[in-house]
Every structure is written in C-alpha cells, then in structure tokens.
C-alpha cells in the first residue's frame, strides 16, 4: 500500500477508535430514520452572513458520527412521486426559465445534473442544448467563485428539484462570489435581469436584524415569482423569507397513503415560520396574530426523513471507494452518489417551478397569487414546528398556518 494511502487507513482507524469509546448505547441505539444532518454551508455566522437550508438523510456511523447516508442506486422521492403528490404530471414548463441562486461554485453542477435526469427517464438539460446555463454573480461565464462541497450539495438539491417538477424549463444557475447578503443579492439581480427568467429560488437565509428593509430591494422583481425557504431550525423567522417581496416556503413531511390523493402531509418539525419584527405586513396576508410579515405563505416537502433523491458528487476525496467510506464516516467532506435529502433548501426550487409551470408571473404581484386561489392548494392541518403557545403560527391547523402557510401545490392553479 502507498504510504499515503496507509497513513489515512491508520488515521481511519485510530478516529473510528477514540470515537467510539465515546458513544453511549442510547447514542447507538438512534432510529438512522430519524437522523440528518445539515450541509456544509449551513453554519455560516457574522453580520451580512447567509447559510443553506439543506439536510442530508443520516445514520449512526461505526465510529459513531451521524454522517451522509448515501448509495448508489436513486433514493427518497423522485421525479414521479414528486409530481403525483404535487398533481403536476405531463406538465413541462414550455422552456420557461427558473433562476437558482447559491453562493459558491459546484464544479460539476452539470454533470451531476444530467447523471440525474438521464437516471430517471427526463430530457437532457445541458450548456450544449441551451437548456442550462452557469454564470456568476455578474452574469459571466467566468471567473467563477471558489468551490464550496457543502453549496455543491445545495446547488445539486436545486437543479434536482427544478428538473423532478419542471422536466421541461429551462435552468439558470447564478453562483455568488461568497455567501452575503451583498453578493447573493447581486447574483438574485442577476437573475431578474436575464431574459426568459419567470422565478427565482433561495435556498439560504439568516436572522432579520436591521439591514434587511435596504437588502429588500434585491428581492423586489414585479412579474417574477421569487421564493426563499423559511428556515430548518423550527419556529423561528429568517430573512429573506420574510421579505414583503418573496414567497416564503415553508416545510412538510410528505408519505404516500391509500386516500384518494396517494400522499398525506403534516407540517414538518424543522420548518422556519412566525412574526418578522421589521417588515411591514403585504397587503394579502389577513391573518392576525402577527403585526408584520407572516411567514410561511406556501409549503412543500421539506423533512429529510421523506426526503427527495439528489445526485452529487463534489466531494474532498474523490471517486473511489475509499472515499465513499470516508464520506459513511463523517471524514470527508460532500458526497459521492445518491443521497435523501431535505430541508426547506427542497421546498424553495419546488415552488419556483410549479410557478414556471403555471405561467402566471408576468401578472403575480410578489407572493399574492396563492392568496386568492386557495382552493388550488392541499390545506396541511397537522403538525408542530415548536413552541408558540398554540396559536397557528407553529401549529398546522386547517386555513392558513405559520409552518405550512396557504398548504401545497394541488396542480399549478394556486401559482
């Protein structure tokens, strides 16, 4: 063996063993259902500073690391469950444009893209074909940022999604330089600015503090539908899906059921929801226990234990099979392979293409349209996000909830 190879197997070994003398049997005994854990640009701090909102279905390593479960066949929710929870089936989005907005760069976006689609049955969406483009946050082919394993891992969640709803749009992924309020506004304005773009998605945000009113005007494109997850931490509000100018999306749980639907939905413990404590409430929202903004607006799945399948494979050790089980380990960084992936880093791209598959945004004021057609949307009426005193800003209940919002896409008539 090389000497460099065996002295990672000797650093493999040693961790697995000084780790494991530190798990105790409840530890061990974790349900791997229940386990995710975050991607690696979902820890970001500081003034100015945004994180992803993406997690990765987990298990319980030997050396007792909750690391990425991934595999190497699909896994979690594809394409065909997605669209026949979302009764979104033989739609195509007629070469409509949805943005993704991410900092950082993802190395092998494209091809990990069209691993994917040409895995499960969708058109090939290439640089070649006109159907994907990568610009970065000045709308240039290059330079592009520095490459980032954990915001590869989102930016693979976003095109995965788009591609399982929207089969046939068009896709513009637009990477900022890093991850700041500055720079992904840029890159959102980017995105607005490039012809053919009907929604825009963010998956990433921060705590409101009181910048965020002169940040909006990133966010604020009349005719574009622009979405931002509400969070994975639970109650809790996050900017910029309390922005006035976005649809903010919360999270569900989303399991295939014998009910004439096929799926039922409850909302999900990790979705971000409340009361904004700075931006002033939009003109359609009636509900009443919040002065300011509300969020959530609209929900989709977003728990990673029902996680939807993503291909990645950006990762800090390569390709063999080594890394893979460094990667089983929690010792190497991305992933390589297939992964069940949630977060409501899911939900955001989910409902930006259900709005390109409607075709309405040219004449949708900001996140108004689900407002007026809550007959089009699955009302979700179970389900907690946390502590809130019981009142519909964490609890899912029948009408409008903090967690979950209006409810889920019931075809594209809500969007």
């Not at 904004?276 to 919040?290: G, I, L, M, R, V």
Request: hydrophobic letters at 35%; glycine letters at 12%; proline letters at 5%.
């Amino acid at each position: 063996m090389h000497p460099r190879r065996l002295a990672v197997v000797l650093t493999v070994m040693i961790t697995m063993v000084l780790t494991l003398s530190s798990v105790s049997s409840a530890d061990a005994a974790t349900s791997t259902s229940k386990l995710s854990v975050g991607f690696g640009c979902a820890s970001a701090t500081g003034a100015g500073r945004l994180h992803c909102f993406g997690r990765i279905r987990a298990h319980r390593a030997s050396n007792g690391r909750i690391a990425p479960l991934t595999v190497t066949s699909p896994t979690g929710l594809l394409p065909a469950d997605l669209q026949s929870a979302y009764k979104v089936a033989g739609l195509s989005g007629a070469g409509r444009t949805v943005a993704i907005v991410d900092a950082q760069d993802d190395p092998n976006a494209e091809a990990d893209l069209a691993h994917y689609r040409s895995q499960l049955g969708l058109p090939a969406c290439t640089t070649a074909n006109g159907c994907f483009k990568k610009v970065n946050q000045n709308g240039q082919a290059s330079p592009l940022p520095a490459a980032d394993y954990g915001w590869a891992e989102e930016i693979s969640l976003d095109l995965d999604m788009v591609s399982a709803i929207c089969p046939g749009c068009h896709i513009l992924l637009v990477e900022a330089d890093e991850p700041t309020d500055a720079s992904l506004g840029a890159a959102v304005d980017t995105a607005a600015a490039t012809s053919g773009v009907v929604a825009i998605s963010n998956s990433y945000g921060g705590a409101e503090d009181s910048t965020i009113l002169a940040a909006d005007a990133h966010f604020n494109h009349p005719g574009i539908a622009v979405t931002a997850s509400s969070g994975d931490s639970g109650y809790g509000v996050s900017w910029p899906a309390s922005s006035q100018y976005v649809t903010a999306v919360g999270g569900t749980t989303l399991k295939k059921a014998s009910n004439s639907r096929g799926w039922t939905e409850t909302a999900w413990s990790g979705a971000g929801s409340g009361c904004s404590a700075y931006e002033p409430k939009p003109s359609w929202q009636h509900d009443t226990a919040c002065a300011k903004r509300t969020v959530a607006d609209v929900s989709a799945v977003a728990d990673p234990s029902t996680g939807v399948g993503v291909y990645d494979t950006y990762n800090s050790c390569g390709t063999s099979s080594f890394c893979d089980l460094l990667i089983s380990l929690g010792l190497a960084q991305g992933l390589d392979g297939w992964a069940a992936v949630g977060g409501t880093s899911a939900s955001s791209p989910i409902i930006a293409s259900v709005y390109a598959l409607a075709g309405n945004t040219g004449s949708t004021t900001y996140g108004s349209y689900p407002y007026a057609h809550t007959s089009s949307l699955f009302d979700v009426t179970s389900g907690s996000n946390g502590s809130c005193g019981g009142t519909y800003l964490c609890t899912a209940g029948t009408g409008y909830d903090g967690p979950t919002g209006l409810g889920t896409p019931n075809g594209t008539g809500g969007f």
